[in-house]
């Protein structure tokens, strides 16, 4: 079975960090590439990050560069967000996905259940 | 950045009737526009891909259509779990961008 499972959020005050880890299983790893997804409260969808299977290219979105770090280790199956300078806008449901089969497209295939991270004085 | 644009944004259907879902693209995405389902406290789940390809394990009655910038999503005879939020995704560019989802309200 697919598993993918998040850990790491919790509450951090403004301009504090978190690392957030995505464990999987069930799947070749470092056959796909790698997302992490966010979701504030009662919102939308919102891409934040992308990472190759290699872990060679990375991608963000405007709203985190310079200030998150996608990262991963093939070895152990995992998938890590470093995040830094975090700003109230920043709480959200963050959501670990995987590429769909033959990780040809950047279309969200599997995803994991999240982790809240909540950002408040 | 491409956006991409829902409409409506609560769409009212009965049980048992048709509901047709758009989504536009400020550019063309070509087919790259993948659709999903997120039930109330859960992830979303992958429906369509490459604009009409069903995922694993998507029934029938979902089915998507459309390429360049205009994007229907269509369920036939609604049951009654098919009444929750809907979200489009375009693949085509960097950054990866969603529309801003549309709720389906059980009329």
């Known amino acids: 079975e697919v598993q993918l499972v998040e850990s790491g959020g919790g509450l951090v005050k403004p301009g504090g960090s978190l690392r957030l880890s995505c464990d999987t299983s069930?799947?070749?790893?470092?056959?796909?590439?790698m997302n992490w997804v966010r979701q504030a409260p009662g919102k939308g969808l919102e891409w934040v990050s992308s990472i190759g299977k290699s872990g060679i290219y990375t991608y963000y979105a405007d709203s985190v560069k310079g200030r998150f770090t996608i990262s991963r280790d093939n070895a152990k199956g995992s998938l890590y967000l470093q995040m830094n300078s975090l700003r109230a806008e920043d709480t959200a449901v963050y959501y670990c996905?995987?590429?769909?089969?033959?990780?040809?497209?950047?279309?969200?295939?599997?995803w994991g259940r999240g982790t809240l991270v909540t950002v408040s004085s | 950045e491409i956006v991409m644009t829902q409409s409506p944004a609560t769409l009212s259907v009965s049980p048992g009737e048709r509901a047709t879902l758009s989504c536009r693209a400020s550019q063309s995405v070509s087919s790259n526009l993948a659709w999903y389902q997120q039930k109330p406290g859960q992830a979303p789940r992958l429906l369509i891909y490459?604009?009409?390809t069903r995922a694993t394990d998507i029934p029938a009655r979902f089915s998507g259509v459309g390429s360049g910038t205009e994007f229907t999503l269509t369920i036939s005879s609604l049951q009654s779990e098919d009444f929750v939020v809907y979200y489009c995704?375009?693949?085509?560019?960097?950054?990866?961008?969603f529309g801003q989802g549309t709720r389906l309200e059980n009329k």
């Open positions: 069930g799947f070749t790893f470092d056959s796909y590439s």
């Open positions: 490459e604009a009409s």
């Open positions: 996905v995987r590429v769909g089969f033959g990780n040809v497209y950047w279309y969200f295939a599997l």
């Open positions: 995704q375009q693949y085509h560019k960097w950054p990866l961008t």
